[in-house]
């Protein structure tokens, strides 16, 4: 039995040329790909904090999809210009909405994993789609080796990748931001896949049909040019959904989302990072003044601030007159800008950040300790986010830990933020255990914040050094220093005092470090405290 091969296609060019331009939009569809990819990650890394598991979801079904699409157009190639058009015009109308849709699905419907693994699949299945119908194109300008043919096409294919996978965090995402980065590259998307079919293979398709999709480029770049324009708007919108109270500041740094709310009723304002609470004005002075105080019971003439870009913890230091300094090291530059500067800061940290003994630092708290050289300390806080995501993730390592305890005077002591033990009693007695493998003795303690729950912290120092009291208070992790005011403590304090703290040390027997079957310690290389959260605030 034999075959006929399709007959060379009429072209405007030489064959040389017109492969050329058939490569180049492989080379642009492919970064569009990768684009549409990276954007649904980063929006599940945003909205819900976890970037392996939504990574491993988006390229498990996408490579999946990629395989699907590929054999269903095995029936297009007769029409294989024609279908390459409707491919593109599809992928930059799925591409590029697709983020404006997933975030209406997360704030309207609470749909959001099933929708992301469904545009997945869709934009996998579509990308799978253009490889067999280019390589038809290809071969009908100028048959060759179907090896060779293959060379060129994944070539370009694969540097495409590169460039989108280079320009999605360098260019489109300062420039545009997520939503209408997106929206670019399904303009992008749409021009280059249909005007390469009406100007290359015009002689190829009917009139009517060049005509049909004319008016199809025409119609999908001016509705996601719409959209576009009313992207802010949306935007806004949905993102109110998301708040119990009116959002007074929003903005999107090369870090996270800021977010700040203040109710009309009772004037409390919340910062939220990625949509985590941070603190509510209402009550942050429970959690600030049982994170710093216990702390201060000991040596504090200089202190080390990981963390608290707000400035609140930063207040409650200052209220010690022997404090000579202190060292703020945040990660987003913008988090304490608005600190010193917005009004729904200033009303809490009291200025704080502007006193003339505290210098803050722009840098990832890891990396900072492990390449600058630092002096050292007699306090350390360790008030950094919930460890919901990789990022984090290392700020509750062992060797984070480690890396702390180096710089720690003799004497110094630590107290580190470590969730709900009610909530998450897996992850708080394993940041325990992390501190304790790092070399340091700990005293577990935990407080209400209703804003919170339950939330717990741990003050930590050198084995056998119980600070400023010389009394040791016996636990399950070790012998830590005694959760106990100092002498002169502020007078003005709201929460805090000698009784709470007593209390603070006794866990019940349902949230205690024996109800928690193997208590494990998180590392760099085995991440544990992210699955203690994932398994945590489960039916709350």
């Not at 209402?282 to 608290?308: A, I, K, T």
Request: hydrophobic share 50%; with cysteine.
């Amino acid at each position: 039995m034999s075959t006929t091969a399709p007959a060379p296609l009429t072209l405007p060019l030489q064959p040389g040329p017109a492969r050329f331009f058939v490569l180049l939009a492989v080379f642009i569809c492919a970064s569009c790909g990768m684009v549409y990819e990276l954007a649904l990650v980063a929006l599940g890394s945003y909205l819900l904090g976890d970037t392996i598991v939504q990574a491993s979801i988006v390229l498990a079904v996408m490579v999946f999809a990629m395989g699907i699409g590929s054999l269903a157009t095995k029936r297009l190639t007769r029409f294989a210009a024609v279908a390459f058009a409707l491919i593109e015009a599809a992928l930059g109308i799925i591409g590029g909405l697709s983020v404006i849709l997933l975030y209406l699905a997360f704030a309207f419907a609470d749909v959001y994993t099933v929708a992301m693994v469904g545009l997945a699949f869709l934009i996998g299945a579509l990308i799978g789609a253009e490889i067999p119908l280019l390589m038809e194109l290809v071969q009908r300008i100028r048959a060759q080796r179907a090896s060779s043919a293959v060379a060129d096409l994944f070539a370009a294919d694969y540097v495409g990748g590169l460039v989108g996978g280079l320009a999605f965090p360098f260019v489109l995402l300062p420039l545009f931001g997520l939503t209408k980065g997106a929206l670019a590259v399904g303009i992008t998307n749409t021009v280059v896949g249909i005007l390469i079919v009406l100007w290359l293979f015009r002689a190829e398709v009917a009139r009517r049909t060049r005509v049909l999709l004319a008016g199809l480029l025409v119609l999908i770049v001016g509705g996601l040019t719409v959209v576009w324009v009313f992207t802010d708007d949306i935007e806004v919108t949905t993102r109110q959904r998301l708040y119990r109270d009116p959002i007074v500041v929003s903005e999107r740094t090369d870090y996270q989302e800021i977010v700040v709310t203040e109710s009309l009723r009772t004037g409390d304002t919340r910062l939220y990072l990625n949509g985590d609470l941070q603190f509510a004005s209402v009550d942050e002075y429970r959690y600030h003044e049982s994170l710093v105080h216990p702390l201060m019971n000991g040596p504090r003439g200089n202190v080390l601030v990981l963390g608290g870009g707000d400035g609140l913890a930063v207040r409650e230091i200052l209220k010690y007159p022997d404090v000579e300094t202190v060292t703020l090291v945040d990660l987003d530059p913008r988090v304490v800008d608005l600190a010193r500067t917005s009004p729904h800061f200033t009303a809490s940290n009291e200025n704080s950040l502007d006193d003339p003994r505290v210098t803050t630092v722009a840098a990832d708290a890891f990396t900072w300790l492990r390449e600058t050289e630092h002096p050292a300390y007699d306090a350390v806080i360790a008030d950094l986010p919930d460890p919901d995501d990789v990022a984090t993730s290392k700020l509750y390592s062992v060797e984070f830990y480690g890396l702390i305890r180096q710089v720690m005077a003799p004497g110094a002591r630590l107290v580190v933020q470590a969730g709900s033990p009610y909530f998450a009693p897996e992850a708080y007695w394993g940041i325990g255990q992390a501190v304790t493998e790092a070399g340091l003795a700990t005293t577990p303690y935990h407080v209400d914040v209703p804003s919170f729950g339950d939330w717990g912290y741990f003050l930590a120092a050198a084995p056998g050094d119980a600070g400023s009291s010389g009394t040791l208070v016996g636990t399950d992790s070790g012998n830590g220093p005694t959760v106990a005011l100092p002498a002169d403590a502020p007078s003005d304090l709201k929460f805090v005092t000698p009784e709470v703290l007593a209390a603070s040390t006794t866990f019940p027997p349902d949230r205690d470090r024996a109800s928690v079957k193997n208590v494990e310690a998180s590392t760099l290389l085995h991440p544990k405290v992210l699955d203690q959260e994932r398994g945590a605030w489960v039916g709350y």
